[in-house]
């Protein structure tokens, strides 16, 4: 088999795949669309768990080359932050390829593309640790924000689009990354400063009551919106 053929049929599950989803993609199916015979299928990747694998790795890697022709940001956080971020809306917009990634737990047959995500995480959360600002080991710490930025998107991708919370990734990232990196000097002091603000907004919001006699019911509202946005940090 020609690696054109192979390259077909690869694409032609992909389509499948993003258009009706992994019930969409049969060995019938795939073969009519690559234009090959069944057979075929198997002799280049074994069963359909083979092509699957082979389908996640195509839709990872083609989302990663518009992705990452970049420049690395000089502070080694950030990274980690597009990082994250990337994460995030890779699975958001394929929610089909993510799955076939991540929601088929196989112990021991991690898919190709599981392990490229990961190995580039890695790669990031080292270079944190070589500028000194991680809090734990590489390993506990990429661990740490894998499962975290999965438990995002699972989450997201599982939610009506129309009662997606637009902050939860950010906010989920940022909690992780206070866990595990350090502030450089700068950054600590202004954080200090806003979890002040943050924690005693937080306080005086758990204490209103709809009873306050000072305030009417829609001033009361207006407070609790206010003290909701101060108790979160800025979008970014």
């Known amino acids: 088999m020609t690696s054109g053929t192979r390259e077909r049929i690869i694409?032609?599950?992909?389509?499948?795949?993003?258009s009706g989803g992994?019930?969409?993609v049969s060995t019938r199916a795939v073969a009519a669309a690559a234009g090959v015979q069944a057979p075929a299928i198997y002799r280049q990747f074994g069963d359909m768990q083979g092509l699957l694998d082979a389908v996640a790795s195509h839709g990872f890697s083609a989302y990663l080359s518009r992705k990452t022709s970049r420049e690395r940001a000089e502070d080694p956080v950030d990274d980690l932050r597009r990082g994250w971020d990337m994460h995030v809306e890779f699975g958001v917009t394929n929610p089909a390829f993510?799955?076939?990634?991540?929601?088929?737990?196989?112990?021991?047959?991690?898919?190709a593309a599981a392990?490229?995500?990961?190995?580039i995480l890695h790669g990031l959360v080292q270079r944190v640790a070589a500028a000194g600002r991680l809090r734990m080991g590489v390993e506990d710490a990429a661990r740490m924000i894998h499962a975290a930025s999965m438990g995002v998107v699972f989450s997201l991708i599982g939610t009506d689009p129309r009662e997606r919370d637009p902050t939860?990734?950010?906010?989920t990232r940022e909690a992780i990354l206070a866990a595990v990196t350090r502030p450089s000097e700068g950054e600590a002091e202004l954080a200090s400063q806003e979890d002040l603000l943050a924690s005693r907004a937080v306080a005086l919001k758990a204490v209103l009551s709809d009873e306050t006699?000072?305030?009417t019911a829609a001033?009361?509202?207006?407070?609790?919106?206010?003290?909701?946005?101060?108790?979160?940090?800025?979008?970014?």
């Open 115 to 119: 392990r490229e995500a990961m190995e």
């Open 98 to 111: 993510y799955v076939l990634m991540y929601g088929e737990i196989r112990p021991g047959a991690e898919p």
């Open 168 to 171: 939860l990734s950010h906010r």
């Open 11 to 18: 694409q032609a599950a992909a389509d499948l795949l993003a």
């Open 219 to 236: 001033e009361l509202g207006l407070l609790r919106e206010w003290l909701d946005r101060l108790s979160r940090p800025a979008s970014g």
């Open 22 to 24: 992994r019930e969409a």
């Open 213 to 215: 006699g000072e305030l």
